[in-house]
């Protein structure tokens, strides 16, 4: 117990050096800790400010510039400039379709660059035929078109390969959608021909697209720009894959988040104090409980020891000097020998119980068919239930004959033996008492019912504290029913030791059933 204590006082020590270090880091970091809160609070409301109008520019920007291609294209030998131009951040119109790249008129530099990006003329074209096409991978083997000997990634579908006959729609172009690879934004749209699937829209440069909607950025941030996004970030500039970031300069105004970290920081110091006190006075309850126990243990068993002991001194001392009537010596005999019984009975359960807290078990197995082992187990228990004036009745399953049993023996009758023990204390008030013993096959586990016909648990008995070592009602009469109220915590603890369990199953006014299971 003193080793427990001991233990318990340093884990308490330790627990408040940690809280008191925690405590200390907390100090340490706040005004840092509130500064980053304060400053990404801000760029983050700041962003959100701006988003509405910076989107509504970006989508008017957009809309001018599709309204020039029209809902289709008109196609032909050559493709025309569309009537407007073009807008400052729109790097030229181009429609590429498996005969080739068509650009405007006078935008032959913007064609040879095109065609020289590789990777973005091959996305465009497998994109042409699946929007939901990846985006051009230089890990992957790269093949060519026989026709053009330009490199093709992906699908490149041609349904007429004769392409001299004219070129003509064969539904509806798709919507819009943005894509990039590097610093190449695309914004096209998927049209189907009779020469396969063709791609038509224009090349964004992002930076000059961007003067155009920072100015309407909130005044706030300092330095805002607008950028592709990265792998698993998501973009708030739909439908482009760009992002509106808010950089890292911002005027840093007093706010909630600044009082929230200051109100964290006060609570943690009430936590660890309020903690600190609990666990206090836990540790002295814990203390005062075991002391109470050992208190309750020393006075029970003294008490159980004393009672015995003076009666074997006076019955010793008058069989000694003969004052004992004939026809008494067989009665004092008998009862110097179940005295000395029941305390070798109470001696060898305060020792099992003392193992069994130190943690060191029989470790002894017995092994063999159920019944064979069972059987000269209920033959001890029932003759003592029978010499205490119980009816005793023993019934097994039929499966437990196919069955072998490995445990340990002395547990188990020491078990039943608290068993019968705790049946003939409250049991015997029954018109007849009876006990019965019944033993039955589960799925994994065997399973011995032991039944009475008494009155029952005292009302003041709960389940939580019928287990409980040294724990008795406080309605029994002590006299009547000597014992230390170790039985039945014993008893679990010797099931637990050899892989079982022991639980009350029910109890009533028509007697209490305790359920022992044992693993098989």
């Known amino acids: 117990m003193n080793k427990k204590f001991l233990l318990m006082l340093l884990l308490f020590t330790l627990l408040t050096l940690g809280g008191a270090a925690w405590q200390a880091r907390e100090a340490a970091t706040l005004e840092h800790r509130l500064t980053q809160i ?159 699937s063709a791609a038509e829209g224009f090349i964004i440069d992002a930076a000059k697209l961007a003067a155009h909607l920072l100015p309407l950025a909130e005044p706030g941030l300092k330095a805002p720009a607008v950028d592709f996004a990265r792998e698993g970030e998501r973009a708030n500039l739909s439908p482009l894959p760009l ?107 305060v020792l099992a119980f003392a193992r069994l807290t130190r943690g060191k078990v029989r470790g002894r197995t017995d092994s063999g068919p159920c019944r064979e082992l069972l059987a000269g187990l209920f033959t001890k228990v029932g003759d003592r239930l029978r010499a205490a004036g119980f009816r005793v009745t023993v019934t097994q399953d039929k499966h437990t004959d196919l069955i072998a049993l490995k445990t340990d023996l002395i547990s188990l009758e020491q078990i039943l033996t608290n068993l019968a023990d705790n049946a003939a204390k409250y049991a015997r008030t029954a018109e007849k008492p009876a006990i019965t013993l019944s033993v039955l096959r589960k799925h994994d586990s065997l399973a011995i019912r032991f039944s009475d016909n008494g009155p029952g648990l005292a009302p003041d008995v709960s389940r939580a504290s019928l287990f409980r070592p040294f724990s008795r009602s406080a309605a029994s009469d002590k006299a009547r029913h000597p014992g230390v109220g170790l039985g039945l915590a014993l008893s679990r603890d010797l099931a637990r030791s050899i892989g079982g369990e022991l639980a009350l199953e029910k109890s009533d006014e028509h007697g209490t059933v305790f359920l022992l299971t044992l693993p098989l």
């Open 38 to 196: 304060d400053r990404q609070a801000q760029l983050t409301r700041l962003v959100e400010l701006s988003l509405p109008r910076v989107l509504a520019e970006l989508d008017y920007q957009l809309t001018q510039e599709r309204s020039k291609l029209g809902d289709a294209p008109i196609l032909g030998a050559s493709y025309e400039m569309p009537e407007g131009g073009k807008a400052d951040w729109n790097c030229g119109f181009f429609f590429l379709s498996p005969a080739g790249l068509m650009v405007p008129e006078g935008e032959e530099s913007f064609a040879q660059l095109l065609n020289s990006a590789t990777p973005v003329i091959d996305t465009i074209r497998r994109k042409a035929f699946n929007p939901a096409a990846p985006v051009y991978d230089v890990s992957k083997p790269t093949a060519y078109d026989p026709r053009t000997q330009l490199p093709v990634f992906g699908v490149f579908d041609a349904i007429d390969p004769d392409f001299e006959h004219p070129m003509e729609l064969k539904g509806t172009p798709g919507p819009f959608f943005a894509w990039h690879y590097k610093d190449n934004l695309v914004y096209m749209r998927c049209v189907p021909t009779t020469y396969g």
């Open 243 to 349: 992002v509106l970031r808010s950089g890292n300069e911002v005027e840093l105004p007093d706010t909630a988040a600044r009082r929230q970290a200051v109100s964290g920081m006060v609570h943690a110091s009430w936590l660890v104090a309020g903690g600190t006190i609990v666990i206090l006075f836990a540790l002295l309850a814990f203390y005062a409980r075991l002391e109470r126990r050992r208190s309750d243990f020393v006075s029970a068993v003294t008490h159980e020891l004393r009672t015995p002991l003076t009666s074997f001194r006076l019955m010793a001392e008058m069989l000694h000097h003969k004052l004992v009537p004939a026809e008494k010596v067989e009665e004092y005999h008998a009862t110097l020998y179940n005295e000395s019984l029941r305390l070798s009975h109470l001696v060898e359960n």
